[in-house]
Nanobody, 126 residues
Framework: VQLQAFGGGLVQAGGSLRLSCAASARTFSRYAMGWFRQAPGKEREFVAAIRWSGGSTNYANSVKGRFTISRDNAKNTVYLQMTSLKPEDTAVYYC????????????????????WGQGTLVTVSS
């Protein structure tokens, strides 16, 4: 499956952005989806994940209460609504899809995903 993430940009601290990730596959509704991010000089880290039905979500502690992951299976799109942004949220954000296997492990681990988008840069200025 091909994934295309967009919606990044420059925003001031305290502001909001919504990232979108469009998937090419007709079977998108079967996939668990995740968002990860990678700041300069750091490893890629988990941000949020959502199960295929949208009924279960997980968040990194650093974004819990500020970010919301959602999906629209009719549009083959997953979203990441980011509010109260902080300079430490600055990173390239990647969406990922788990296209094989039906077991939901929570979506926190990079190894659970087999398809990745190209990333979109979010810069939060202080």
């Amino acid at each position: 499956v091909q994934l295309q993430a967009f919606g990044g940009g420059l925003v001031q601290a305290g502001g909001s952005l919504r990232l979108s990730c469009a998937a090419s596959a007709r079977t998108f509704s079967r996939y668990a989806m995740g968002w990860f991010r990678q700041a300069p000089g750091k490893e890629r880290e988990f941000v949020a994940a959502i199960r295929w039905s949208g009924g279960s979500t997980n968040y990194a502690n650093s974004v819990k209460g500020r970010f919301t992951i959602s999906r629209d299976n009719a549009k083959n799109t997953v979203y990441l609504q980011m509010t109260s942004l902080k300079p430490e949220d600055t990173a390239v954000y990647y969406c990922a899809a788990k296209t094989s296997g039906s077991t939901w492990y929570g979506g926190r681990n990079i190894g659970e995903y087999d398809s990745w988008g190209q990333g979109t840069l979010v810069t939060v200025s202080s």
